[in-house]
């Protein structure tokens, strides 16, 4: 059993051809002849028939295979309808597939020539044509879901042969304002820059450059105002083999590029998905912006104003770095390949982990292996250099934690002794400071201090000189005083520049070292009880010497 379809197009004022009478002559518009006016499609089998609302002169009939492959072109004479069979047409039949057609009528032929008086031809009007255009499915051999879009264009034949859109649309429309000769326009496909019909690509524009060879150029111009209302310009096409978008802001003005795309660009420079995503050098980009670069060794990606420029980059030894280019390049931050997890995390507190997820601390360093050290380091020899400064609105102090026996040492400042200057140490387990050294250079320790006097320590060993020594003591001049920094405690002893002068002994002629002083009471002690044990001997032979 054969199929039929039949289907009618309504054409309203809006779609139909709005054109001056002037144009059409007895005639009329040819809006009056089509509007709330319909064509009707008849579709039995293989037989395509068509009845148009209006009269026409000729008509041509194009239909292309998927793929722009044209199966056949067929003009029909002065009418209300056109006809043809698929068989009659297509040598065994057409295959199954989707094609596209385009049906061009000519309503009202071209003015004769005429000769001017200088002996030049003139063809004052061009033809009148509509066209429309559509889709049908091939099935079986037989024709099935024909399609007519709701659209169709006015078009008028260029002096030159080829067709041209109007630039009216208004009920008053004229052809005045042609475009350029050679542009073609149709309800499913177009083609501009060319009066060929071999150039048409069903379902598609296609633009044809103006000139030849690398100057080449196939643009769409946009432009808001009139020339004399200083427009706005804007040019998307092709130069050469490069493509982009241009603008222009005045008329003959320069144009700058805004977008563009070499004509060498690689394959998937920029793709964006379904989903949103965008990929630039890879086709399937797995995250919002995934960047691939066409080089195996590194992917960048600059960042630069005036004067200041860095690149984020992957790749080689560095793994992934920022660099800054101004100037000499340097890396100022880089994770290399392997990275443990939680290398660096910043919680939402502001909280920094080396090596932890959750800090619980401004700065937590957390390793398994042995490996947890912090390292301050100055290349630059300097005298005086604080590597390690903390700062606080109060005392200030830091801790070591045992975690195998719980226990704690503080190191902190003030808070003992009515001294808020003072630096302490403080066994956390126990009550009190361990060590407490005031401001005034006052130490103050719980237990015993014991100096290094060990003789593996000591060379330039020799005896002391014991009549010199207790010389040097007998000139010595002990005294009572006070520190300045402390001037309420009492004090006694020898000035250090005294003692330096007589032994020499100790770092210099303001100090005194407490083991060089002890040294020499213990000389005195020993030759104190060297004397008195000399008395004790003399006492005892003189009271022999008595009782004999």
Same mark, same amino acid.
């Given at each position: 059993?054969?199929?039929?379809?039949?289907?009618?197009?309504?054409?309203?004022?809006?779609?139909?051809?709005?054109?001056?009478?002037?144009?059409?002559?007895?005639?009329?518009?040819?809006?009056?002849?089509?509007?709330?006016?319909?064509?009707?499609?008849?579709?039995?089998?293989?037989?395509?028939?068509?009845?148009?609302?209006?009269?026409?002169?000729?008509?041509?009939?194009?239909?292309?295979?998927?793929?722009?492959?044209?199966?056949?072109?067929?003009?029909?004479?002065?009418?209300?309808?056109?006809?043809?069979?698929?068989?009659?047409?297509?040598?065994?039949?057409?295959?199954?597939?989707?094609?596209?057609?385009?049906?061009?009528?000519?309503?009202?032929?071209?003015?004769?020539?005429?000769?001017?008086?200088?002996?030049?031809?003139?063809?004052?009007?061009?033809?009148?044509?509509?066209?429309?255009?559509?889709?049908?499915?091939?099935?079986?051999?037989?024709?099935?879901?024909?399609?007519?879009?709701?659209?169709?264009?006015?078009?008028?034949?260029?002096?030159?042969?080829?067709?041209?859109?109007?630039?009216?649309?208004?009920?008053?429309?004229?052809?005045?304002?042609?475009?350029?000769?050679?542009?073609?326009?149709?309800?499913?496909?177009?083609?501009?820059?060319?009066?060929?019909?071999?150039?048409?690509?069903?379902?598609?524009?296609?633009?044809?450059?103006?000139?030849?060879?690398?100057?080449?150029?196939?643009?769409?111009?946009?432009?808001?105002?009139?020339?004399?209302?200083?427009?706005?310009?804007?040019?998307? !096409?092709? *130069?050469?083999?490069?493509?982009? $978008?241009?603008?222009? %802001? @005045?008329? &003959?003005? /320069?144009?700058?590029? +805004?977008?563009?795309?070499?004509?060498?660009?690689?394959?998937?420079?920029?793709?964006?998905?379904?989903?949103?995503?965008?990929?630039?050098?890879?086709?399937?980009?797995?995250?919002?912006?995934?960047?691939?670069?066409?080089?195996?060794?590194?992917?960048?990606?600059?960042?630069?104003?005036?004067?200041?420029?860095?690149?984020?980059?992957?790749?080689?030894?560095?793994?992934?770095?920022?660099?800054?280019?101004?100037?000499?390049?340097?890396?100022?931050?880089?994770?290399?390949?392997?990275?443990?997890?939680?290398?660096?995390?910043?919680?939402?507190?502001?909280?920094?982990?080396? !090596?932890? *997820?959750?800090?619980?601390?401004? $700065?937590?360093?957390? %390793? @398994?292996? &042995?490996? /947890?050290?912090?390292? +301050?380091?100055?290349?630059?020899?300097?005298?005086?250099?604080?590597?390690?400064?903390?700062?606080?609105?109060?005392?200030?102090?830091?801790?070591?934690?045992?975690?195998?026996?719980?226990?704690?040492?503080?190191?902190?400042?003030?808070?003992?002794?009515?001294?808020?200057?003072?630096?302490?140490?403080?066994?956390?387990?126990?009550?009190?400071?361990?060590?407490?050294?005031?401001?005034?250079?006052?130490?103050?320790?719980?237990?015993?201090?014991?100096?290094?006097?060990?003789?593996?320590?000591?060379?330039?060993?020799?005896?002391?000189?014991?009549?010199?020594?207790?010389?040097?003591?007998?000139?010595?001049?002990?005294?009572?005083?006070?520190?300045?920094?402390?001037?309420?405690?009492?004090?006694?002893?020898?000035?250090?520049?005294?003692?330096?002068?007589?032994?020499?002994?100790?770092?210099?002629?303001?100090?005194?070292?407490?083991?060089?002083?002890?040294?020499?009471?213990?000389?005195?002690?020993?030759?104190?009880?060297?004397?008195n044990n000399e008395l004790k001997e003399r006492i005892k032979n003189l009271e022999l010497r008595t009782e004999g």
């Open positions: 059993m054969k199929r039929v379809f039949r289907k009618k197009l309504l054409v309203s004022a809006i779609g139909g051809i709005l054109l001056a009478s002037s144009q059409l002559g007895a005639t009329g518009s040819i809006q009056d002849l089509v509007e709330k006016q319909d064509f009707f499609f008849d579709v039995t089998g293989t037989q395509l028939d068509l009845v148009a609302p209006f009269d026409f002169e000729s008509a041509e009939l194009r239909v292309r295979q998927r793929g722009n492959t044209e199966v056949w072109t067929k003009t029909f004479g002065p009418g209300t309808g056109i006809s043809a069979n698929l068989l009659d047409l297509v040598e065994g039949g057409i295959e199954d597939s989707r094609y596209t057609y385009e049906i061009r009528f000519v309503l009202v032929g071209a003015d004769p020539a005429v000769t001017e008086d200088d002996g030049v031809d003139t063809q004052t009007t061009p033809p009148i044509t509509y066209q429309t255009s559509g889709r049908f499915n091939v099935v079986n051999g037989e024709i099935s879901n024909i399609a007519i879009p709701g659209d169709r264009s006015a078009v008028a034949a260029a002096p030159d042969g080829g067709f041209a859109l109007s630039s009216k649309s208004d009920g008053d429309a004229s052809l005045d304002n042609i475009t350029d000769p050679g542009n073609l326009a149709v309800g499913g496909y177009g083609v501009f820059g060319s009066d060929d019909p071999g150039d048409i690509i069903g379902g598609k524009v296609r633009i044809l450059p103006s000139g030849t060879g690398s100057s080449a150029y196939a643009n769409v111009t946009v432009q808001s105002f009139a020339d004399n209302d200083d427009p706005y310009i804007w040019h998307f !096409g092709t *130069t050469g083999g490069d493509f982009g $978008l241009q603008r222009q %802001r @005045t008329i &003959g003005g /320069a144009k700058t590029t +805004v977008l563009g795309i070499e004509e060498d660009a690689p394959a998937s420079s920029l793709v964006i998905t379904d989903s949103g995503r965008i990929g630039l050098g890879t086709a399937t980009p797995n995250e919002a912006l995934h960047v691939n670069s066409p080089n195996s060794n590194i992917a960048r990606i600059k960042i630069e104003n005036t004067g200041t420029a860095y690149d984020l980059s992957t790749g080689g030894l560095s793994g992934f770095r920022i660099r800054e280019l101004t100037g000499p390049t340097r890396t100022i931050f880089g994770i290399q390949p392997g990275a443990p997890s939680s290398s660096l995390m910043i919680g939402a507190d502001g909280n920094v982990g080396l !090596g932890v *997820t959750n800090a619980n601390e401004a $700065l937590v360093v957390r %390793r @398994t292996d &042995g490996s /947890a050290r912090i390292r +301050v380091q100055e290349t630059q020899a300097i005298d005086v250099n604080q590597q390690f400064v903390m700062r606080h609105n109060g005392n200030t102090g830091f801790r070591f934690e045992n975690t195998r026996d719980n226990s704690e040492w503080q190191f902190r400042t003030g808070g003992a002794e009515g001294s808020s200057t003072a630096f302490i140490i403080n066994y956390a387990q126990q009550s009190g400071p361990e060590f407490f050294l005031s401001s005034s250079g006052n130490l103050t320790v719980k237990g015993t201090v014991s100096g290094g006097s060990s003789r593996e320590t000591k060379t330039n060993i020799t005896n002391i000189g014991v009549e010199r020594a207790i010389e040097g003591l007998m000139k010595l001049d002990l005294h009572e005083w006070s520190y300045i920094n402390s001037p309420e405690k009492v004090h006694v002893g020898p000035m250090a520049e005294d003692f330096h002068e007589i032994f020499g002994y100790g770092g210099g002629p303001t100090q005194i070292a407490p083991a060089d002083l002890a040294s020499l009471a213990l000389v005195a002690a020993q030759e104190l009880m060297r004397t």
